[in-house]
């Protein structure tokens, strides 16, 4: 089992940064890898990055690249989401994903609010 807590959300101006931390812990041995998700009000849950602990490979989801780095602890116990030029639309709870073998665990998000 593993349980996962994001931080670091919060309002910004459109055009600043944040950066989204996810700290992990319990067993993280068989984890593929981790990533973001983020949830509009009223809109289904989509994919927003992806980093896999082999060998660090990324996937970004097309509405964030250029702006947004994911990276990860070398100890697989924490990833991070850098947030640039934040768009209004980027408003939404992000969640931390851990993909294993057994399926997917989930934090309980963290609220990312950009004004105009």
């Known amino acids: 089992q593993v349980q996962l807590v994001e931080s670091g959300g919060g309002l910004v101006q459109a055009g600043g940064s944040l950066r989204l931390s996810c700290a992990a812990s319990?067993?993280?041995?068989?984890?593929?890898?981790m990533g973001w998700f983020r949830q509009a009000p009223g809109k289904e849950r989509e994919f927003v990055a992806t980093i896999r602990w082999s060998g660090g490979d990324t996937i970004y989801a097309d509405s964030v690249k250029g702006r947004f780095i994911i990276s990860r602890t070398n100890a697989k116990n924490a990833v991070y989401l850098q947030m640039n030029s934040l768009k209004p639309e980027d408003t939404a709870v992000y969640y931390c994903n851990d993909r294993t073998p057994w399926g997917d665990y989930w934090g309980q998000g963290t609220q990312v609010t950009v004004s105009s």
């Open positions: 319990g067993r993280t041995f068989s984890s593929y890898g």
